[in-house]
């Protein structure tokens, strides 16, 4: 049984039988918290969010858009995507340079070394 | 029966043809019998590969000598000792290809009976599809240089056709139109190489111009303009820039394709670099070992990087692939820059080679459920922005269940497979060069954040009106999906008869040169 | 001066290779660049075709062979026709490519064609 889950990288070892334990273990500790829960909740009841006692935003309007998200990771890292995004141009004829001048570096570096 | 187990290796391309040139004959008599034909051709396909790959991983390496009394002889009594006829060759490691394009062809193709029965011209549609299937076989099982060229430009002619099908205002148009050029100018280098070999060595089968090669300049040069093209093909950074394009706005089903066609390109580098080249002085290997790892981890870390800001889905998945090739590239680059060191070779160089070629399988499966989950979200809601989509976690659970299961997957997550290949790859790589090692584990935390980002919006948030219509997508969409995710589950619970049974004889098959030339001509 | 003759076509298919990639990498309009990509693939058929080439041999039809004669084996004119069928196909569906690009973007200008891009 256990030579069918073990896997091993000679230098460490990888169960995934141990991870599905301490999954099962893991959703059985929430299960229990959860059961101290009120018992006289009832659906339907509280359930309106709460936002600072606005309404909530119609349609989506609450939704943070994709584009927003890590905007703090890339206006860190300005620097280094003003310089990747503009490689990408779209333009055939760079796509075709960039193949043949890796083409050409390594066929320099094959006929040196 | 034995005679049919004989021929598998021929059906194996033999079957997808002949689907691809019947179906718009079939066509004609109307949709149903198209729509069964198509499917008896899918799973016709599947089960010859599947077959073919049980048969290599049980008993060892095939031979398929073309047009020969006897299909297993690959030397004729009259031909003085060497191979003059087409053979493929199909090894472990043509095998894992093998079983990789035969579980992917058939999840897509089942996929695509619904995504796209609302579109015209069917008929040319999957005729196409199964010629890109029978390419990707070709290249995989073939042990001949200029079948190999045939393959592979049979894989680009059909992968650009399709990408362009769905013309999209010119979009998909340019997208197949950059794809067809850059890999006819790489599929030409690749024949002027052949070219160059058969000029000096008078053969075209591999293990026979490996069992001559004296490593001439001449023979230098070939190997670049082999090894370039193809790393080109697979999508190595700084030569990717076709994929995002090609992948984003390729149909869906055809896009978890390209990524099989990408990697049977990725298969072809290995096999030139390892059977073809493998007996180089060490300095050599060194300088191709790290060729292939500065290109991994180029590609992990621009690929990952180009993909946190994108907006189209498909486009920030196809980023991803780039960035996924580069584990591969880099594990087997780190066995390949040891294999002049035994001791390391047998320390780490083999898990490292092992991580990569299973985190081939693993990547095609999960990063082909992924873009069918895309596709699913763009058949029901008809946008790849991400921008404008949200909610849809209301309307389609499915979906939403099998996106979550590849976006794990790829972030490396345990218990999904993502995790296996990848933990096999940190632990190996770590004992080489720590610094490597540690660049790949970034790269998968950027992985994780970027897909955090697209679950949050694609399918969180409350639903709203504009998608009031959405619904879950047909079943043959999630019978395409489900495939994908059962193999993508099964792999990352019991990685290990995978490892044990696939994996470790596709690493020998690259690693035990001998063997493969020895299957051709014999002898020690 | 045999060995110049024997060199000539080398030196041609390096020349035409040469000027195929330099109209993909420098000329703008579309269909130069598709030209630029026929003139490659004819240097790479004319290599092909070249190294076949054995001084006095004959070609292999068995009722025509003078006696005392080498026969050549015709690998690779075989190669050379099946890339040339290949050649055909890929251009073929390049140049109507470029046709429906023009009907949709109104140009052929590749510095134009990029709406892909990022």
């Keep these: 049984m256990n030579l069918l889950w073990l896997l091993s990288s000679g230098s460490g070892t990888w169960n995934p039988l141990l991870w599905l334990l301490a999954f099962i273990v893991a959703l059985a500790a929430a299960w229990f918290i959860r059961s101290f829960g009120r018992k006289d909740f009832r659906e339907g009841l509280q359930q309106e969010p709460f936002i600072s006692g606005n309404e909530e935003p119609a349609d989506g309007g609450g939704h943070i858009p994709a584009s927003n998200l890590y905007w703090g990771f890339l206006e860190s890292l300005s620097g280094y995507y003003s310089r990747l995004i503009p490689l990408h141009t779209g333009i055939l004829t760079d796509y075709v340079a960039w193949f043949l001048g890796v083409m050409a570096v390594m066929l320099v570096i094959a006929l040196i070394v | 029966m034995a005679t049919l187990l004989q021929h598998l290796p021929a059906l194996l391309v033999a079957v997808p043809l002949f689907a691809a040139f019947t179906l718009p004959l079939v066509g004609r008599t109307g949709a149903p019998a198209r729509t069964a034909w198509v499917f008896l051709g899918a799973l016709l396909t599947a089960a010859t590969g599947l077959l073919l790959a049980w048969q290599v991983f049980a008993h060892g390496p095939l031979l398929y000598v073309f047009g020969a009394a006897a299909p297993h002889v690959p030397t004729p009594m009259d031909s003085g000792g060497i191979p003059i006829r087409i053979i493929f060759q199909i090894d472990a490691l043509g095998a894992l290809m093998v079983v990789i394009a035969s579980l992917s062809s058939l999840a897509i193709i089942l996929y695509s009976l619904a995504s796209d029965s609302r579109h015209s011209g069917k008929d040319s549609f999957y005729s196409l599809l199964f010629l890109l299937v029978a390419g990707v076989l070709g290249m995989v099982s073939t ?41 006819t100018v790489g599929a030409l280098a690749f024949l002027v190489a052949v070219g160059l070999l058969f000029a000096q060595y008078n053969a075209l089968n591999i293990a026979v111009v490996a069992s001559r090669l004296q490593f001439t ?87 990952v990087t180009m993909a946190i800001p994108q907006k189209d889905v498909k486009r920030l998945m196809a980023y991803h692939a780039v960035s996924q090739t580069g584990y591969m590239l880099l594990g087997v680059g780190v066995g390949l820059a040891v294999l002049g060191n035994a001791e390391a ?21 999960y990063k082909g459920l992924l873009f069918l989950t895309a596709g699913a979200i763009f058949f029901r809601t008809g946008t790849r922005n991400l921008n404008k989509l949200g909610g849809l976690g209301h309307h389609m659970p499915w979906t939403m269940v099998f996106f979550m299961i590849g976006a794990l997957a790829i972030a490396g997550i345990p218990p999904f497979n993502g995790f296996a290949s990848k933990f096999l790859i940190y632990e190996s790589v770590f004992r080489f060069s720590p610094f490597l090692s540690i660049i790949a584990m970034l790269v998968s935390i950027l992985t994780l954040a970027s897909f955090v980002k697209v679950f949050h919006a694609m399918f969180m948030g409350a639903a709203r009106t504009e998608f009031a219509q959405v619904r879950e997508v047909p079943i043959p969409m999630i019978a395409g999906m489900a495939i994908l995710a059962a193999v993508v589950i099964v792999t990352g619970l019991m990685p290990r008869p995978f490892i044990d049974h696939m994996i470790l004889p596709a690493v020998n098959a690259l690693v035990d040169r001998a063997d493969y030339i020895a299957a051709i001509l014999g002898g020690h | 001066m045999t060995a110049f003759l024997l060199s000539l076509p080398f030196v041609a298919v390096l020349a035409l290779i040469f000027i195929g990639l330099g109209a993909m990498l420098f000329k703008r309009n579309l269909i130069k660049i598709l030209m630029g990509l026929s003139l490659f693939e004819s240097a790479v058929n004319l290599l092909l075709v070249a190294i076949g080439y054995r001084q006095d041999g004959v070609a292999p039809i068995f009722t025509h062979v003078p ?24 251009l073929a569906m390049m140049l109507s490519f470029a046709m429906i690009i023009y009907r949709k973007y109104g140009t052929v200008d590749i510095r134009n064609i990029r709406k892909l891009n990022g």
């Design chain 2, 345 to 365: 070779l047998t320390a780490y160089g083999r898990t490292a080679m092992a991580g990569g070629l299973f985190h081939i399988l693993n990547h095609a499966m």
């Design chain 2, 143 to 183: 042990g001949d240089l200029f079948n190999f060229f045939v393959f592979l430009e049979i894989s680009s002619l059909s992968g650009a056709a399709l990408v362009a099908y769905r013309v999209d205002k010119g979009q998909a148009v340019e997208a197949g139109l950059k794809y067809a050029l850059l890999s």
């Design chain 2, 217 to 303: 300049p001449l023979d230098q040069i070939a190997l670049v303009l082999l090894a370039i093209p193809l790393a080109m093909k697979c999508g190595a950074v700084p030569m990717h820039f076709w994929t995002p394009d090609a992948y984003s706005t390729a149909p869906s089903s055809i896009t978890a394709f390209l990524v099989v066609s990408s990697q049977a390109s990725l298969y072809g580098l290995f096999r030139i670099l390892f059977s073809l080249y493998g007996h180089l002085l060490e300095f050599s290997w060194l300088t191709f070992g790290w060729f292939l790892i500065i290109l991994g981890v180029l590609s992990m870390f621009i690929g």
């Design chain 3, 67 to 90: 006696p005392h004669t080498h026969m050549v084996l015709p690998t690779v004119q075989a190669l050379t026709l099946t890339a040339i069928v290949i050649g055909v196909a890929t």
